[in-house]
């Protein structure tokens, strides 16, 4: 059975970091893309950061680059999501997601394949 398990998420002040992670069993972790997705109150789901099959390619939307740093460890079925500098605005459901595909196919959240429950993040000011 497939599962993608969220933590780290939690209460944090603005310019506090998390780090969140995804625990991924039942499927073939090293052949999937990897990805991190949130979605804010009264939001649809927004793409954050995802990551090639072996670690070397990355994509940021714009909204986190230079402050959040996505992570893989294939030997352990992982992946991270470091967030630094967090502001109010970063407050959200964030949700690991992976899919066979990368690139275009993860501009529309439809496709993505595989999704976890959600971790909730709030940043207070």
């Known amino acids: 059975q497939v599962h993608l398990v969220e933590s780290g998420g939690g209460l944090v002040q603005a310019g506090g970091s998390l780090r969140l992670s995804c625990a991924a069993s039942?499927?073939?972790?090293?052949?999937?893309?990897m990805g991190w997705f949130r979605q804010r109150p009264g939001q649809e789901r927004d793409l954050v950061a995802r990551i090639s099959r072996r670690g070397i390619a990355t994509f940021y939307s714009d909204f986190v680059k230079g402050r959040f740093t996505i992570s893989r460890d294939n030997a352990k079925n992982m992946t991270y999501l470091q967030m630094h500098s967090l502001q109010p605005g970063d407050t959200a459901f964030y949700y690991c997601?992976?899919?066979?595909?990368?690139?275009?196919?993860?501009?529309?959240?439809?496709?993505?394949?595989?999704w976890g429950q959600g971790t909730l993040v709030t940043v207070s000011s």
């Open positions: 997601a992976a899919d066979r595909s990368d690139g275009s196919h993860w501009t529309t959240t439809a496709n993505v394949e595989l």
């Open positions: 039942g499927f073939t972790f090293s052949t999937y893309v």
